[in-house]
């Protein structure tokens, strides 16, 4: 599954917990289960924004696009 998790974020950039459960079919825990361990292995990295609930989850390349997502700041 994190390879599946790794691809999408590879595929999309940056992107929202709640996304890649909902574009996995994978319930919120076992989401933020998989990425904790991907953090850990230093994987993937967290970018918070103003609110632990608008975490980004991006690998180091696609930090750039992260100013991509206006809906992160309505």
């Not at 980004?56 to 309505?74: A, C, G, M």
Request: charged letters at 25%; proline letters at 5%.
């Amino acid at each position: 599954m994190q390879e599946k998790i790794l691809n999408l974020i590879r595929l999309k950039g940056p992107v929202l917990p709640r996304e890649i459960s909902k574009d996995l079919g994978l319930d919120s825990l076992f989401t933020a289960a998989h990425l904790s361990e991907l953090v850990d292995q230093k994987k993937l990295k967290i970018l918070h924004i103003q609110h632990p609930l608008f975490s980004q989850f991006y690998k180091s390349r696609y930090f750039e696009r992260i100013y991509t997502f206006p809906q992160l700041y309505n």
